[in-house]
């Protein structure tokens, strides 16, 4: 039995699971969210419970059990309580800003690049430096913000780039003068 897979799912009273069809939708304060279950697990949904069973033992329905349980609990959380993943970005010069549904950040390029915020997806930013991704839809969060920190990665001389808060940057040293 999976370990992760055979823990209950516990909810809030203002978010509601429901089922149909093999689609899983969770509604909460939030937003709403759904996903599709995998072929051979069932959901069970008491007053503030939910459990996930599995219908076999083959090896593939083994391995989705605990699959579909995160993924429902992921749902569950972002429809309560939300997703967020924080970025730095650090270097002279460097700054974003939000105008509208689009991120433009200064990078040391010739000029500024922007980038186009999906639908479902929150960017803060504070102090032109701090940015905060949040949403919903933990997958799409943490896609988001990968995809932002994809456009000036940290280099390991100086550390300039865009780096996610608490990442450590392994930093090498420089060139040293000649004897």
Known sequence: MSRIGKKPITFPKNVKVSQSAGIVKVEGPKGTLSS????????????NNLAIERKSEER???????????LINNM???????FEKGLEISGVG????????????????????EYSIPKGIDVKVDKQINLVVSGINKELV????????????????????????GEHIRRKVGKSAGA
């Open 142 to 165: 943490g896609r988001v913000a990968s995809e932002i920190r994809s456009l000036k990665k940290p280099e390991p001389y100086k550390g300039k780039g865009i780096k996610y808060v």
């Open 76 to 82: 569950v959380t972002g429809v309560s309580t939300g």
């Open 36 to 47: 599709k279950l995998p072929d051979g697990i069932s959901m069970v949904v008491s007053e």
């Open 60 to 70: 593939l329905v083994r391995s989705y059990h605990g699959l579909a349980r995160t």
């Open 94 to 113: 460097y700054r974003a800003e939000v105008t509208g549904s689009t991120l433009k950040m200064v990078l040391g390029f010739s000029s500024p690049v």
